[in-house]
């Protein structure tokens, strides 16, 4: 038996390096979008129970969500995991573009990587616990749907996070660090204007054209963009533009993402929006449904849990790669028409007080408990998240070795929160100045359609 917790933690973490490999390759392989990762959170639940966590199934209307407990009483550490691929982003482990399945699912985000490494991290933890009579509870969450901002909005409404002490969270990243910095609170909305179908040659002026009023709106979020604040980010996508050339669009429907430094500020530009949707809509003689499928907020940080993990990572080193990985790498870095001579950053950056350009719906997490961020290098300097570039690089050696020390981190952490309560209150005492006063609901309602 090791001589401290910290050590048997990662010792088991490193006698399941091989285990921890294939979990990780399975789940990039079953590559499986928001809300439909039933292979993959099956997986995890499956190694979970069968290591002696509680493990309950399907939260609330997810399907895909889950929650594995371990141990009793307190304090409860909190270990959010993720799993969800993304649309279109299908790929071989290659350097140049080759998807498995053309239009297909894939990791452009490293999700994988994250739902291994905190199943990992949970294990470790719970082996710790037991060799040296540890007390307190852990609770490992399978949250779906993060790239859909809706999985733990759903999960927080039905109170899965309440009675926390402390959450441990990573992502996969560029660099090795831990963010003390903020998000992008978001708001996501489908708008679908109705029109009236006919021939545009022969009678348009019996017709009324949904796309044309879409393309009102798209004209009129463009020049409000001038007089949007430098860190709002308003992007779209359209989703039906009508069927074919010869039939005038009876529905058209874009898709948006409104990101911003704050709550309020997103409800600003939101609402402008959705005057704009109903000002297309009369102009062109249409009607508009407004589908607020989803709102969160920015991550509310935590120095004092961010300096714990920031702690570990030091301890734990960051990964270093093999010439041949940081080859692959340069690859990657050349199909995006750029290269870096540091490939794969193999130091340790230092604490993060920056707002990030990102949201996240683990930002609904950190206002019912304190959280943390950890990032752990996989992708090379200038390869980009949500590229088919990210997706080769899930089954590397690259994102194996960042999986064993996003693991091992997250563990070590874990055995502080566990072991020493003076740090704990600190986490907590600044947790609790911050929300004074604040009541947690959802951003929007849930299930919300057709807001006129």
């Known amino acids: ?161 309440d009675g926390l002490d402390a959450v441990l969270s990573w992502h996969p990243g560029a660099e090795n660090t831990v963010r003390v910095g903020s998000s992008l609170a978001n708001n996501s909305v489908k708008f679908v204007f109705h029109g009236k179908p006919t021939h545009p040659g022969i009678s348009p002026e019996l017709g009324v054209n949904a796309l044309s009023a879409l393309e009102v709106m798209e004209t009129a979020v463009s020049l409000l963009r001038e007089h949007f604040p430098d860190a709002v980010r308003v992007h779209r996508v359209i989703t039906d533009g009508g069927k074919a050339p010869n039939v005038m669009p009876e529905r058209a429907e874009s898709w948006y993402y409104v990101r911003a430094p704050t709550r309020p500020m997103v409800d600003s530009i939101y609402a402008r929006l959705v005057e704009a949707a109903k000002g297309a809509a009369q102009a062109v003689g249409t009607t508009v449904d407004i589908e607020l499928i989803c709102g969160i907020r920015e991550v509310l940080p935590n120095k004092a849990l961010a300096e714990i993990q920031f702690q570990n990572l030091q301890l734990v080193g960051p990964p270093t790669f093999s010439e041949e990985e940081k080859t692959y790498a340069r690859q990657l870095q050349a199909s995006m028409g750029g290269e870096s001579k540091e490939p794969l950053r193999e130091n340790i950056s230092p604490l993060q007080t920056i707002t990030g350009r990102y949201s996240t719906d683990s930002a609904e997490v950190s206002w019912l408990a304190p959280l943390a961020g950890l990032y752990v290098t996989i992708f090379p300097q200038g390869v980009p998240p949500h590229s088919w570039q990210a997706t080769a690089l899930g089954t590397t050696g690259i994102a194996h070795k960042a999986v064993m020390v996003a693991g091992k981190v997250l563990a070590c952490s874990g055995v502080d929160l566990l072991t020493q309560p003076e740090q704990l209150s600190k986490i907590r005492d600044e947790f609790q100045e911050k929300t004074k006063g604040f009541k947690y609901s959802p951003c929007v309602p849930l299930n919300v359609s057709k807001v006129e």
């Not at 993959?40 to 939260?59: C, H």
């Open 1 to 161: 038996m090791a001589s401290y917790p910290k050590e048997t933690a990662m010792g088991w973490i490193d006698n399941h390096r091989e285990q921890i490999a294939k979990i990780n390759d399975e789940i990039w392989n079953y590559a499986e979008p928001a809300l439909e990762e039933f292979k993959s959170s099956k997986l995890l639940a499956d190694e979970l129970e069968s290591s002696g966590f509680q493990v309950t199934r399907k939260i609330a209307s997810l399907s895909t969500a889950f929650i594995a407990t371990f141990g009793s009483g307190n304090p409860v550490i909190g270990i959010i995991a993720e799993y969800d691929a993304l649309p279109g982003l299908s790929q071989k482990a290659v350097t140049y573009r080759d998807p498995v399945i053309a239009g297909g699912p894939g990791h452009g985000d490293a999700h994988h990587c994250y739902g291994v490494a905190s199943t990992a991290a949970a294990l470790g933890l719970k082996e710790a616990m037991k060799q040296h009579d540890l007390t307190g509870t852990i609770k490992l969450f399978g949250t779906p749907a993060e790239e859909t901002l809706y999985g733990k909005v759903e999960m927080a409404n039905a109170g899965s996070f």
